[in-house]
């Protein structure tokens, strides 16, 4: 995939001159001069905004980031571009996982949803449900585990908030399990949207302290780390 006229940028400023075309492969990621960048050794992928709300495309190798400016598109655009790019390369699908209640006519995420609107939503009590939902997992219960995780994460975020430490970890595991069990394609705009929401929690506004801030501080970790995973045409769980 070639993302053309890409400006690097320097101290905050996209630097003069001929844009730049960056390559993606399944090898890694190169834009000519300023970038020779294989997976294996890419430790974040970032898509934010800039001030004038173009598109900031940064590469992280451990300490050092490296920034492109990408006129003439927004975020999503180039979100959705990779998204595609990499189901297509790594020949997955987009995955929705569903269980149902034949009887009822009831979707198993409605059912846990009930389930858990059943008693008052605590942090402990979102994380006594992430916890089912990792054992569900790990005994190839893949299908219950993502329709509780579904259904917490739409409780938790909107009884505690999207960013509460319970929320959070509900919503990562949501798109950890979705990626290791051939949803790639589903799991992506979900760290997407975690690392939006985490970066501008620590950013703007109240802080948050305490495990809410700890918890953020590592859902951007994560979500960074694994969108570099999940882009790489070569991953595989």
């Known amino acids: 995939m070639r993302i053309p006229d890409a400006a690097p940028q320097r101290d905050g400023e996209a630097e003069a001159g001929r844009g730049r075309s960056i390559w993606f492969s399944s090898w890694g990621v ?17 898509i934010t905004a800039t001030g004038g709300a173009e598109p900031l495309l940064a590469f992280h190798r451990g300490p050092v980031v490296t920034r492109f400016r990408l006129p003439g598109r927004t975020p999503q655009q ?60 790990r005994q190839g219960n893949e299908t219950t585990a993502l329709s509780i995780l579904e259904a917490v994460v739409e409780v938790s975020t909107a009884s505690l908030g999207p960013t509460a430490a319970a929320t959070v970890a509900a919503r990562n595991n949501w798109a950890f399990t979705l990626g290791v069990n051939g949803g790639r394609g589903a799991a ?4 997407w949207t975690l690392l939006d929401d985490a970066t501008a929690a620590l ?16 859902a951007r970790r994560n979500a960074l780390r694994n969108l570099a995973m999940l882009h790489n045409p070569r991953w595989r769980p």
């Open 78 to 137: 180039v979100r959705d571009d990779l998204r595609s790019w990499v189901v297509g390369k790594a020949n997955e699908k987009i995955v929705i996982h569903l269980e149902w209640n034949v009887p009822a006519g009831e979707s198993g995420v409605a059912v846990y949803e009930r389930r858990i609107r059943a008693r008052k939503i605590t942090k402990d009590w979102v994380l006594g449900w992430v916890e089912t939902a990792e054992t569900q997992r």
């Open 203 to 218: 950013g703007h506004g109240r802080r948050p302290r305490g495990d809410d801030r700890e918890s953020l501080e590592a």
């Open 188 to 191: 992506i705009p979900i760290y």
């Open 30 to 46: 190169l834009a000519w001069g300023h970038l020779n960048l294989p997976w294996s050794e890419m430790t974040g992928l970032e």
